[in-house]
């Protein structure tokens, strides 16, 4: 049986609220990947997609996730766990087209194994004292 202390229930309230700003943000990669996709390559359009997903899930994660105020700090910690992030989707999207996964269904495999790392990652990046 679990206990639910406070630390407990406060670090499950992170993960819902992660789950919401993730899917948001996984939402507005996919779909700005998928249009863009027809009209340049596949890794640009990937980036692009990423890119703009980051900076909207910044701010959400911040404000919404986890709770605190975004500044240039938080900004830099940010930008580094994503810097970490980009290049693993980055690889994995590349791995599961050259596997014959196709371009446009290739980034879902991708969510479902960097997801995970992606939460511990800004956690630590916006909570660290």
């Known amino acids: ?28 990669h996919y779909g700005l990947f998928y249009v863009l996709l027809p009209m340049m390559d596949k890794n640009i359009a ?20 986890f ?5 240039w700090v938080h900004f830099v910690r940010f930008s580094g766990s994503h810097g970490v ?3 693993v989707y980055l690889a994995l999207f590349n791995l599961f087209c050259w596997l014959g ?13 960097a997801v ?3 939460f ?6 916006l909570k660290k004292k």
């Open 67 to 71: 709770r605190v105020r975004p500044t």
């Open 1 to 28: 049986m679990i206990v639910w202390n406070s630390n407990l229930r406060a670090t499950f309230k992170e993960v819902v609220r992660f789950g919401i700003v993730g899917t948001t943000a996984m939402v507005i």
């Open 116 to 118: 995970p790392i992606s």
């Open 85 to 87: 992030n980009y290049f």
């Open 101 to 113: 996964v196709p371009p446009r269904l290739a980034p879902l495999p991708v969510y479902a194994i």
């Open 120 to 125: 511990l990652l800004v956690r630590f990046a």
């Open 46 to 65: 990937y980036s692009i997609g990423y890119f703009v997903s980051f900076v909207c899930n910044f701010f959400m994660s911040s404000l919404f996730t």
